[in-house]
T-cell receptor
Framework: NAGVTQTPKFRILKIGQSMTLQCTQD?????MYWYRQDPGMGLKLIYY???????DKGEVPNGYNVSRSTTEDFPLRLELAAPSQTSVYFCASRHRSGPAGELFFGEGSRLTVL | GQNIDQPTEMTATEGAIVQINCTYQTSGFNGLFWYQQHAGEAPTFLSYNVLDGLEEKGRFSSFLSRSKGYSYLLLKELQMKDSASYLCAVTPPGDSSYKLIFGSGTRLLVRP
């Protein structure tokens, strides 16, 4: 019963490098989300998707890109990494078509940009 | 837009009751969630309120007043394991209802 799986769990990047954070879910959820959480802070929505082929910006999309080619996968791409992107990134999914569905989170990916 | 306010930190004693408040200024919302997050872990769902009133679930209860833009999470019979951050989140209305927007969270420390 895997739920939401994120890889990698930890990564150190140099300024200007690029990378992709992987996220996959096996619950057949339509809705998927990427959040970032800075130390001592709440979660900020980066991008979200309501189904395969459909993505939209959240609160803090600059510096990131996403794609949703399948229901299961929702990778987050960081282009030209900057120190401001040092954070913990959480992928999440939900099932209910209305607003009441709870989010299921992955374990998080801790990214440091030096 | 949404502006969600929570106290940054709270301290309480084991066995006591604590109330964590959440106030929000939004143009409308569909519902309000509470999540618990232990240090170094992912958030986990606690409760969801869409109607005014109190929702009780074991030691945890959540209250919502739409007219006052106010919610609280009530934790009874506090245990050491309740030391965590508690995040309030709202779902905006209309086409944005797919989103879940979080407040900054309240760090609760439970002392013996």
């Amino acid at each position: 019963n895997a739920g939401v799986t994120q890889t990698p769990k930890f990564r150190i990047l140099k300024i200007g490098q690029s990378m992709t954070l992987q996220c996959t879910q096996d619950m057949n959820h339509n809705y998927m989300y990427w959040y970032r959480q800075d130390p001592g802070m709440g979660l900020k929505l980066i991008y979200y998707s309501v189904g395969a082929g459909i993505t939209d910006k959240g609160e803090v999309p600059n510096g990131y890109n996403v794609s949703r080619s399948t229901t299961e996968d929702f990778p987050l791409r960081l282009e030209l990494a900057a120190p401001s992107q040092t954070s913990v990134y959480f992928c999440a999914s939900r099932h209910r078509s209305g607003p009441a569905g709870e989010l299921f989170f992955g374990e998080g990916s801790r990214l440091t940009v030096l | 837009g949404q502006n969600i306010d929570q106290p940054t930190e709270m301290t309480a004693t084991e066995g006591a009751i604590v109330q964590i408040n959440c106030t929000y200024q939004t143009s409308g919302f569909n519902g309000l969630f509470w999540y618990q997050q232990h240090a170094g872990e992912a958030p986990t769902f606690l409760s969801y309120n869409v109607l005014d009133g109190l929702e009780e679930k074991g030691r945890f209860s959540s209250f919502l007043s739409r007219s006052k833009g106010y919610s609280y999470l009530l934790l009874k019979e506090l245990q050491m394991k309740d030391s965590a951050s508690y995040l309030c989140a709202v779902t905006p209305p209309g086409d944005s209802s797919y989103k879940l927007i979080f407040g900054s969270g309240t760090r609760l420390l439970v002392r013996p």
